[in-house]
């Protein structure tokens, strides 16, 4: 208490204000969310944001074990961001597995102790709701432990327009064949100003958000992304953190919440300079304020480096994902930091240690497999631990 009066007697007003409300457990408000992007100093931001994930979680730092399948990287939508998917004219580039192709990937890790199987990619007619029933029915017969997290929002409303079904129906039957939990791409900005600027083709932002509804009115949980760095401004920030935190309240089906960091290379929008890391933990920040209601903020460590992602853990992250294998292209493909990424569980864990929190693997629903307390760790590996790669969000 003491830190926090000295810390509240040196600010502005505003500052103080929204300083007294985070310490009493209040809602920020969205002029609150705008201050801080606007004239909010970063280590103020995170003081705050470094408090309140403390308060949630102490030292824990969260990371899994997934594998991740990219059906095709061929796609009808042409997005101003991406540099990662080929246009249906350009194919020849890319590549589109078969379902037999698909299974031959998920085969390849039957002696590895994965929990996660990730699939998310481009869009295509053939991937249709046929094609996913059969898919995911097929997974959990040949390994009914594996947990499936696939496809956005963007997928699920083509295949489901494609098919003449309801999104009720359409989610219905995903989960029947298979579907446990959805990741959080395809967000983007949900703002109509910019959306129809970067991702005009796509799913609205109304519509991402009903698809998600729908799913945690069936039970399901789900992940969120914003997509940030690039035309958007601080309002535009505020009213995508402020329907996803609308949403949550009504549904409480969100687990996690990943700022993902615009990448300008070889995509239709690379004469926008990058954002500073300044801006990028400051972003981090202030998701992890603003949404009072999500337990987990993530960093995706490939997408900002091993060094940012370190820092983030003090500016309100919980979460690095996992070990990153070259089985990820998305990232790579758009100039991130790490390219044909890779950490063993070990280097992890060190990354984590190394500033000063307690590394813990989760589940996708962040039950606990492995907490690597002191005891536990050793710098040249583990005793009695097989390590192995592991992908994405």
């Given at each position: 208490?003491?830190?926090?009066?000295e810390?509240?007697?040196d600010?502005?007003?505003?500052?103080?204000?929204?300083?007294?409300k985070?310490y009493?457990?209040?809602r920020?408000s969205?002029?609150?969310?705008?201050?801080?992007y606007?004239?909010?100093?970063?280590s103020f931001?995170?003081?705050?944001?470094?408090?309140?994930?403390?308060?949630?979680?102490g030292d824990?730092t969260?990371?899994?074990?997934n594998?991740?399948?990219?059906p095709?990287?061929?796609?009808?939508?042409?997005c101003s961001?991406c540099?990662?998917?080929?246009?249906?004219?350009?194919?020849d580039?890319?590549?589109e597995?078969?379902h037999?192709?698909?299974?031959?990937i998920?085969?390849?890790y039957?002696?590895?102790?994965?929990?996660?199987?990730?699939?998310?990619g481009?869009?295509?007619?053939?991937?249709?709701?046929s094609?996913?029933?059969r898919?995911?029915?097929?997974?959990k017969q040949h390994?009914?432990?594996l947990?499936v997290?696939?496809?956005?929002?963007?997928e699920y409303h083509?295949?489901?327009k494609?098919e003449?079904?309801?999104?009720?129906?359409?989610m219905?039957r995903?989960?029947?064949?298979?579907?446990?939990?959805?990741?959080?791409?395809g967000?983007e900005?949900?703002?109509?100003?910019?959306r129809?600027?970067?991702a005009?083709?796509?799913?609205?932002g109304?519509?991402?958000?009903r698809?998600?509804?729908?799913w945690?009115?069936?039970?399901?949980r789900?992940?969120?992304?914003?997509?940030?760095?690039?035309i958007?401004?601080?309002?535009?920030?505020?009213?995508?953190?402020r329907q996803?935190?609308?949403?949550q309240?009504?549904?409480?089906?969100f687990?996690t919440f990943?700022?993902?960091?615009f990448?300008?290379?070889?995509?239709?929008?690379?004469?926008l300079?990058?954002?500073?890391v300044i801006?990028?933990l400051?972003?981090?920040?202030?998701?992890?304020?603003?949404?009072?209601?999500f337990d987990?903020?993530?960093?995706?460590?490939?997408?900002?480096?091993?060094?940012?992602a370190?820092?983030?853990l003090a500016?309100?992250?919980d979460?690095?994902?996992?070990?990153?294998?070259d089985?990820?292209?998305i990232y790579?493909?758009a100039g991130?930091?790490?390219?044909?990424p890779?950490?063993?569980?070990?280097?992890?864990?060190k990354?984590?240690?190394?500033?000063?929190?307690?590394?813990?693997?989760r589940?996708?629903?962040?039950?606990v497999?492995?907490?690597?307390s002191?005891?536990?760790?050793?710098?040249d590996?583990?005793?009695?631990y097989?390590?192995?790669p592991?992908v994405?969000q």
């Amino acid at each position: 208490m003491e830190l926090q009066n000295e810390i509240l007697e040196d600010l502005s007003p505003e500052a103080q204000r929204i300083a007294e409300k985070v310490y009493s457990d209040q809602r920020i408000s969205d002029e609150d969310c705008h201050y801080l992007y606007e004239k909010g100093d970063l280590s103020f931001a995170g003081t705050l944001a470094n408090y309140i994930r403390e308060k949630k979680h102490g030292d824990k730092t969260y990371f899994n074990r997934n594998f991740h399948v990219e059906p095709t990287n061929v796609c009808i939508y042409s997005c101003s961001f991406c540099s990662y998917s080929r246009l249906i004219k350009a194919r020849d580039q890319g590549w589109e597995y078969s379902h037999d192709e698909i299974m031959e990937i998920i085969r390849k890790y039957d002696d590895q102790p994965v929990t996660e199987v990730h699939i998310v990619g481009g869009v295509l007619p053939q991937y249709d709701v046929s094609f996913y029933e059969r898919l995911f029915r097929e997974i959990k017969q040949h390994r009914p432990d594996l947990h499936v997290k696939a496809l956005t929002p963007v997928e699920y409303h083509y295949i489901f327009k494609k098919e003449k079904i309801s999104y009720e129906e359409g989610m219905r039957r995903m989960k029947e064949a298979g579907l446990d939990s959805m990741p959080g791409g395809g967000a983007e900005i949900f703002h109509p100003e910019v959306r129809a600027q970067i991702a005009g083709d796509k799913c609205t932002g109304d519509q991402w958000l009903r698809i998600h509804e729908i799913w945690h009115e069936l039970g399901g949980r789900s992940n969120a992304t914003m997509l940030y760095g690039h035309i958007e401004k601080a309002e535009h920030r505020v009213d995508h953190l402020r329907q996803l935190r609308m949403l949550q309240d009504k549904s409480q089906g969100f687990q996690t919440f990943i700022p993902l960091k615009f990448r300008n290379k070889d995509n239709e929008m690379s004469h926008l300079a990058e954002v500073s890391v300044i801006e990028d933990l400051k972003n981090y920040a202030i998701s992890r304020i603003y949404l009072d209601n999500f337990d987990h903020i993530k960093a995706y460590w490939p997408m900002i480096g091993r060094t940012v992602a370190q820092l983030s853990l003090a500016f309100g992250v919980d979460d690095l994902d996992g070990t990153i294998d070259d089985t990820t292209k998305i990232y790579s493909m758009a100039g991130s930091e790490e390219q044909n990424p890779s950490l063993s569980t070990a280097q992890l864990v060190k990354l984590i240690r190394a500033v000063n929190r307690t590394p813990v693997e989760r589940d996708t629903l962040y039950n606990v497999v492995n907490d690597f307390s002191e005891e536990d760790f050793e710098d040249d590996g583990f005793r009695g631990y097989i390590d192995l790669p592991v992908v994405n969000q």
